[in-house]
């Protein structure tokens, strides 16, 4: 059964601080893996999609990296309008958009 | 401006009174998708469509329906509500089967 899991499940930064998401991940067949982010109220947006191992995606304060097993989501000096719940989510070989979440990480940004 | 419209943004019902949440893009896009979201479970798959007149079961389907008579719309129908599927619904469509889901904004449904 594929799996995602995401670390850590809450993550309090203040501004300037920089930190990372982690979103492991045991799948058959990695077609993609995509980062969002959710805020309250709102439907997940779409940050990126990682595809390969040592492939790296940036936007703004934001970098995602993959491994064959984990995704990285670094944020780099961030600001309190960063803070949201961050998705990751992998597609796999298991049919047309099957897709899977993992629970998410929920970023607070002090100023 | 590109979007998913979901309707109704909130729903309180009783148990057994059919439902149906509305969807529709209008991005053209052919994939189309309803998901639940619950505290500490994540974003599950309900059904998806590949397009018009093809859906198929995700993860948890039971207890829902799904048609897709046109291309922009895929509504969500709860024939018998049950308070279990108290839960924030999201619709999404994507271009093609490996792309970026592009979401509503959701709804939140109470089932009492």
């Known amino acids: 059964e594929d799996q995602v899991t995401q670390s850590p499940e809450a993550l309090r930064l203040q501004e300037g601080e920089s930190s990372s998401l982690n979103c492991s991940y045991t799948?058959?067949?990695?077609?993609?893996l995509f980062w969002y982010r959710q805020d309250p109220g709102k439907g997940p947006e779409f940050l990126f999609t990682?595809?390969?191992a040592g492939e790296e995606k940036e936007k703004e304060r934001l970098k995602a990296t993959l491994t064959k097993k984990e995704s990285f989501l670094h944020i780099t000096a961030p600001k309190p309008e960063d803070s949201a719940t961050y998705l990751c989510?992998?597609?796999?070989?298991?049919?047309?958009?099957?897709?899977?979440f993992g629970t998410g990480t929920k970023l607070q940004v002090i100023p | 401006e590109a979007q998913v419209t979901q309707n109704p943004r909130y729903l309180i019902t009783v148990t057994g009174k059919k439902l149906t949440v509305t969807c529709s893009q209008n991005?053209?896009?052919?994939?189309m998708s309803w998901y639940r979201q619950d505290p500490g479970l994540g974003l599950r798959q309900i059904y998806y469509?590949?397009?018009?007149?093809?859906?198929d079961k995700g993860d948890v389907p039971e207890g829902y329906k799904v048609s897709r008579k046109e291309k922009r719309n895929f509504p969500l129908i709860l024939e018998s509500p049950s308070p279990n599927q108290t839960s924030l619904y999201f619709c999404?469509?994507?271009?093609?089967?490996?792309?970026?889901?592009?979401f509503g904004n959701g709804t939140r449904l109470t089932v009492t």
């Open positions: 989510a992998v597609q796999t070989s298991g049919g047309y958009q099957k897709v899977t």
């Open positions: 469509s590949m397009n018009v007149e093809v859906t």
């Open positions: 991005m053209n896009h052919e994939y």
């Open positions: 990682l595809y390969s």
């Open positions: 999404a469509s994507s271009v093609g089967p490996n792309s970026p889901l592009h």
């Open positions: 799948v058959s067949g990695l077609r993609g």
